[in-house]
Nanobody
Framework: QVQLVESGGGSVQAGGSLRLSCAAS???????????MGWFRQAPGKEREGVAA????????YYADSVKGRFTISQDNAKNTLYLQMNSLKPEDTAMYYC???????????????????WGQGTQVTVSS
């Protein structure tokens, strides 16, 4: 059974930084070359949207246009953990952030939530102006 546990959310002023972590169990990040993991976010009253994805077995990364140049997705295979480094945060980045696993192909490239099989419970990020 795959379990994903996010941490690292919090409140920060605009321009600040946060690093989110997603610890995985029941799923070894480095094993599956055809699967990707991703970060998504959902603000109140809005649909869940993709932020970034990475092929954890070695491969590409993908970002939403709204976060390119500010956010970086990465992994630590020794800790079996996925990260999202968020810099230059803006108030519009405020949302619940979710980690997700086991998508492939166009689902990864297009950051499509419905393509991902496993989800964490989320961690709240609040950016004040």
């Amino acid at each position: 059974q795959v379990q994903l546990v996010e941490s690292g959310g919090g409140s920060v002023q605009a321009g600040g930084s946060l690093r989110l972590s997603c610890a995985a169990s029941g799923y070894t990040l480095s094993t599956y070359s055809t699967y990707c993991m991703g970060w998504f976010r959902q603000a109140p009253g809005k649909e869940r949207e993709g932020v970034a994805a990475i092929y954890t077995g070695g491969g590409g990364t993908y970002y939403a246009d709204s976060v390119k140049g500010r956010f970086t997705i990465s992994q630590d295979n020794a800790k079996n953990t996925l990260y999202l480094q968020m810099n230059s945060l803006k108030p519009e980045d405020t949302a619940m952030y979710y980690c997700a696993a086991r998508a492939s192909g166009v689902g990864c490239r297009s950051l499509r939530p419905s393509s991902f099989l496993d989800w964490g419970q989320g961690t709240q990020v609040t950016v004040s102006s």
